[in-house]
């Protein structure tokens, strides 16, 4: 959990992080998710939109790590993402099921 020290370094880490999400590689996204959905404290305004749209247009270059994190993430902050949760069982589908049990969030 982030401390109340750390909020501002946090906002301002997630403020410059959003508008370049689209240029992270699937690990970065999944780190940043992970670290904001651990952080706890308020969700940073735009940020989680913006990963969720880098995510789903790179779905398919995702690990099975990398997509259970990031949807630890989003359920750990509390955002339901149609989208995104549907662009993740697409891609398991296409990957022939269900991640393992140890690559589920």
């Not at 959990?1 to 999944?30: C, H, N, R, V, W």
């Not at 706890?40 to 940020?47: A, D, E, F, H």
């Amino acid at each position: 959990q982030a401390t109340k020290g750390s909020a501002p370094l946090m906002a301002a880490i997630a403020a410059a992080a959003a508008p370049m999400a689209s240029d992270f590689k699937p690990p970065e996204l999944a780190m940043l998710a992970w670290a904001y959905g651990s952080a706890g404290g308020p969700r940073p305004p735009g940020l989680f939109e913006a990963v969720a749209a880098a995510a789903g247009a790179k779905v398919d270059q995702l690990r099975p790590q990398e997509l259970g994190n990031i949807a630890w993430a989003f359920a750990r902050v509390r955002i339901a993402d149609d989208a995104l949760f549907d662009a993740f069982g697409g891609a398991c589908e296409r990957r022939g099921g269900a991640p393992r049990a140890r690559h589920a969030a």
